[in-house]
């Protein structure tokens, strides 16, 4: 049986810009806690149909079976039902997993604190920040709430140095700073950068 450093219930954080291998990595610790032969449950955001509509999949083309939610209330519905989270311990799952936390409402931190409190693992990888290099969402409190965060670097696809930044494109072109936050896509729309070389236009 695998253990983790931290006794009981935790949360454990991935983050890092596009292309920089998060959801590789929750996928590996998912499939390792599976070969523990402990329970897990994966989810993901329903508005993620990039790779696969059951499955969360890594752009290097890994990819585990996920359940897909357009919102937290259904993620702890599915655990109250289905998993039985709420009914008798023997029949929780030990490890918990969000994949792109990012596109998740603000409910999953209560949820995720709730899981880790009693006693689960809760695994989440997603942005830290936006097309703008601004924090995204509820990524920060679930960063500072974490007991174990890791956070990936890229390539910075001009310059070869560490990407810390997610460049979206729109027709080639840097995007407008107050563009949509939320546009959902790969290659075709994004690349990694890095500090020096992260564009967002304005005005």
Known sequence: MLKSPYAGGHLEVIVGPMFSGKSEELIRR????IIARQRAVVFKPAIDTRYDLTRVASHSGQSAE????????????YLSGEAGLFGPP?????????DE????????VPLALELADRGVRVILAGLDLD??????GMMPE?????????KLTAICVICGAPATRTQRLIGGAPAQYDDPVVLVGAQEAYEARCRVHHEVRRG
Do not use: I, K
């Not at 029949?91 to 969000?98: D, G, I, K, Q, T």
């Not at 097309?131 to 995204?136: I, Y």
């Not at 679930?142 to 890791?150: D, M, N, T």
């Open 131 to 136: 097309f703008r290099g601004e924090p995204f």
């Open 142 to 150: 679930l960063l500072s709430r974490a007991e174990s965060v890791e």
């Open 30 to 33: 998912v499939n390792r806690s």
């Open 101 to 108: 936390a990012q596109f998740f409402d603000d409910g999953l």
């Open 90 to 98: 023997a029949a929780w799952p030990e490890v918990v997993a969000f």
């Open 66 to 77: 996920a359940v897909a939610v357009a919102h937290t209330d259904q993620a702890r519905a």
